[in-house]
């Protein structure tokens, strides 16, 4: 999973700083996330999140200079325990091998959610947004939340974890005094 960097390029979309989770070592200073990629989102979790269900997804783009650039996304596919043959992986890099044939940024750049009211911080998180920026660096989550959405403006948040919640999540050290 490596980054493509570029030196020039014109923005399209406005730009999010990652004040959540931006630390000051942090190779990505702002994001940039394409429209298509707010649409995508809403459109997952309106077909198959109703309900209590969370919709999530992969996020794709590149690295240039200091901003992460988020151009396009895939959802995880919702199946269920008869689906037992279903390999998820293999879903994903054909995915993105059918996006690069067709000139998409294919570049894994972090993953999304969706949530309600806010409430999304969890163990599963932390482990998956560990294993994404363990593996990937600029990786990011994005959390949309369609409940707050509806009630007039887009809920959608960008994080990433600091470098000391990075080391307690690597040493398993959830205790009181970690």
Same mark, same amino acid.
């Given at each position: ?13 406005? =730009? ?9 070592? @942090?190779? +990505?200073? !702002?994001?940039?996330?394409? #429209? $298509? /990629? *707010?649409?995508? =989102? ?9 309900? @209590?269900? +969370?919709? !999530?997804?992969?996020?794709? #783009? $590149? /690295? *240039? ?23 998820? /992986? ?89």
């Amino acid at each position: 999973m490596a980054t493509r960097k570029e030196s020039t390029s014109t923005p399209t979309a406005p =730009m999010a700083s990652t004040s959540p989770g931006a630390t000051l070592d @942090s190779p +990505v200073k !702002q994001i940039q996330i394409e #429209g $298509l /990629v *707010v649409l995508k =989102m809403i459109k997952h979790y309106q077909e198959e999140g109703q309900g @209590s269900e +969370v919709v !999530q997804g992969v996020l794709l #783009g $590149l /690295v *240039v200079e200091d901003r992460l650039e988020i151009t396009n996304c895939f959802p995880f596919p919702q199946h269920t325990e008869d689906d037992a043959d279903f390999d998820e /992986v293999q879903y994903q890099m054909e995915m993105m091998r059918s996006l690069r044939h067709v000139n998409i940024d294919h570049l894994h750049v972090g993953w999304y959610q969706s949530t309600y009211y806010g409430s999304f911080v969890s163990r599963a998180l932390l482990d998956s947004q560990f294993s994404y920026q363990h593996a990937i660096e600029e990786s990011v989550v994005l959390i949309y939340d369609p409940i707050k959405t509806a009630q007039g403006s887009l809920s959608l948040k960008a994080y990433r974890l600091t470098p000391k919640l990075m080391e307690i999540c690597k040493e398993k050290d959830f205790s009181a005094e970690g």
